[in-house]
């Protein structure tokens, strides 16, 4: 049973343009909210995050929203840039129950920004 | 500052053969992890560590054994591979667990013929 789901396996955006990454959840213990980014080859990179406590999070070009009643978030990249481009992963971990050790991946997402 | 360090970087194995992944962290970490990384599965926890002296099965432990006797290390062993472990396994480590960031290594590319 996937409780992180991405369900987009690839988008694909020009450059300058806006990238929205979407995740859903169904664990309702999840309160902490990360995504990882990935290049070929190497190991992910955390990217941001945010807690239960929080609807937004912001970092630069970046931005993590948080809907916790629909069970969702989403990365909004703006402006998107072409090194941008790698996979990027969604996970979740909860403070407690037994989970709070462990982080819960999605899928993944690669993203394509054309120049 | 070298990070999170795995050791080999690529591996072909026979069905039946043993190995052992080594990672190394220098960040002082208290939590280590392995994973999986499979097309179209995402990353997979194998087993992880809270702390030296434990370890502790993920969502996929079967056919995996580790061990922690060194804070800074955490080793993956394959008893018998199986071509279903064909796979890049990646580490990573933490200071406060998964509410902190994870630093992962650069993975393990891993073949079983």
């Known amino acids: 049973d996937q409780q992180v789901k991405q369900n987009s396996p690839s988008l694909s955006v020009q450059e300058g343009r806006i990238s929205i990454l979407n995740c859903d959840y169904t664990?309702?213990?999840?309160?902490?909210f990360l995504w990882y980014k990935k290049y070929p080859a190497e190991g992910p990179t955390f990217l941001i995050s945010i807690s239960s406590i929080k609807d937004k999070n912001e970092d630069g070009r970046f931005t993590v929203f948080l809907n916790k009643s629909a069970k969702h978030l989403s990365l909004h990249i703006v402006p998107s840039q072409p090194g941008d481009s790698a996979v990027y992963f969604c996970a979740a971990s909860a403070s407690s129950g037994g989970s709070n050790y462990k982080l819960t991946f999605g899928k993944g997402t690669l993203l394509t920004v054309n120049p | 500052n070298a990070g999170v360090t795995q050791t080999p970087k690529f591996r072909v194995l026979k069905t039946g053969q043993s190995m052992t992944l080594l990672c190394a962290q220098d960040m002082n970490h208290e939590y280590m992890y392995w994973y999986r990384q499979d097309p179209g599965m995402g990353l997979r926890l194998i087993h992880y560590?809270?702390?030296?002296?434990?370890?502790a099965k993920g969502e996929v432990p079967d056919g995996y054994n580790v061990s922690r006797l060194k804070k800074q290390n955490f080793l993956l062993g394959l008893e018998s591979a199986a071509p279903s472990q064909t796979s890049v396994y990646f580490c990573?480590?933490?200071?406060f667990g998964p509410g902190g960031k994870l630093f992962f290594g650069s993975g393990t590319q891993l073949s079983v013929l």
């Open positions: 990573a480590s933490t200071m």
């Open positions: 664990n309702s213990m999840f309160d902490y």
């Open positions: 560590s809270v702390g030296e002296g434990t370890t």
